[in-house]
C-alpha cells in the first residue's frame, strides 16, 4: 500500500456559508468548489493549500454521519483522507492486518473520488478516509 499525500482533512460546520466566508476573508483561501453528496447527507465546500484540501461538511440531515457528530461532539475536525494509489488494495490490507472498515468497497464521494472509510474505534479515534483519483488516470 502506498499513500501519497494527505488528499484532504474534512471539517465538520454547523453554517457552511458562514464557514466559507471565515476561510476566504480571514485565512484568504479561495473556495473552487461546492457540491452536495447526497449519499453522505452534507454539502460540502473545498479549498485548496499546496496540494491538500480542506472539505467543509455541512450536514444535510441530522441522522446523517456529520449531522450526529455535531450533535455529539460539535463543530470540528471530522475525519482525515490519504491519498493511495490503489484504493481496492489499500482497504483490503488493512483489514487483513485488523483494521475495522466502514466501507469492505470504495463508492464515489466528492468531486468523483473512489473513496473509502475506515473505523475510528480502529484508527486511534481518527476517523480516517482512503482517496483514489480515478479520474485523473483516465
Ligand atoms: N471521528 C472520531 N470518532 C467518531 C467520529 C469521527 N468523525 N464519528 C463518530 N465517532 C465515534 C463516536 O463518538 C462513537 O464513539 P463512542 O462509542 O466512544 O461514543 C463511535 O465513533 C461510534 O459511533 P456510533 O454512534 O456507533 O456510530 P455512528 O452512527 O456515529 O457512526 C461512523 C460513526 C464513523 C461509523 C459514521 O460516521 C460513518 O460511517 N462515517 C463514514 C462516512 C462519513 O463520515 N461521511 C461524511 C463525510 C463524507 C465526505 O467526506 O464526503
Given at each position: ?19 466559507i ?33 480542506i ?12 449531522g ?71
Open positions: 500500500m502506498e499513500l501519497t499525500h494527505i488528499e484532504h482533512i474534512g471539517i465538520a460546520v454547523k453554517d457552511l456559508h458562514k464557514a466566508d471565515y476561510y476566504e476573508k480571514i485565512l484568504g483561501v479561495h473556495c473552487y468548489a461546492i457540491e452536495e453528496v447526497e449519499d453522505q447527507k452534507v454539502k460540502t465546500a473545498f479549498f485548496k493549500v499546496g496540494q491538500t484540501k472539505e467543509l461538511l455541512e450536514s444535510t440531515d441530522p441522522e446523517g454521519p456529520v450526529k457528530f455535531i450533535e455529539k461532539k460539535g463543530e470540528g475536525i471530522h475525519h482525515l483522507a490519504f491519498a493511495v494509489k490503489n484504493i481496492e488494495q489499500a482497504l483490503e490490507e488493512v483489514e487483513n492486518k485488523g483494521v475495522r472498515l466502514i466501507d469492505h468497497k470504495p463508492r464515489k464521494g466528492a468531486e468523483g473520488l473512489d473513496i473509502g472509510f475506515l473505523h475510528p474505534k480502529s484508527t486511534f479515534g481518527v476517523l480516517t478516509e482512503f482517496c483514489e483519483n480515478k479520474i485523473e488516470k483516465d
